[in-house]
């Protein structure tokens, strides 16, 4: 395996627990086909991930989905920072 590429093997068991949540968060969000401004909140209760959750708020303060892409995820402390 090259550099800078992650094992789920090589996590520890909080970092799994926590790419476990951020997935059902995700399989939560794929179900939606779109997310109506009025269910937003109903939506932000709903994950229990904080990435996605941060993931979300920057998407509906009109960040650029790269940027919030980049701060919830590969930001320094965030669980696919490497």
């Known amino acids: 395996m090259g ?3 992650m094992s789920y093997k090589s996590l ?3 970092e799994q ?3 476990e949540i951020i997935l059902e968060d995700l399989h939560y969000l794929f179900d939606k086909e779109e997310i109506d401004v009025n269910e937003m ?3 932000l ?3 229990k991930s904080e990435e996605i959750h941060a993931y979300i708020n ?3 303060s009109a960040s650029k ?3 919030a892409l980049r701060e919830a995820f590969f930001s320094l402390g965030g669980i696919l920072y490497t």
């Open 3 to 5: 550099e800078g590429r």
């Open 12 to 14: 520890t068991e909080d």
């Open 17 to 19: 627990v926590a790419l």
């Open 41 to 43: 909140s109903a939506v």
């Open 45 to 47: 209760n709903n994950l």
């Open 58 to 60: 920057s998407l509906f």
């Open 65 to 67: 989905p790269e940027r």
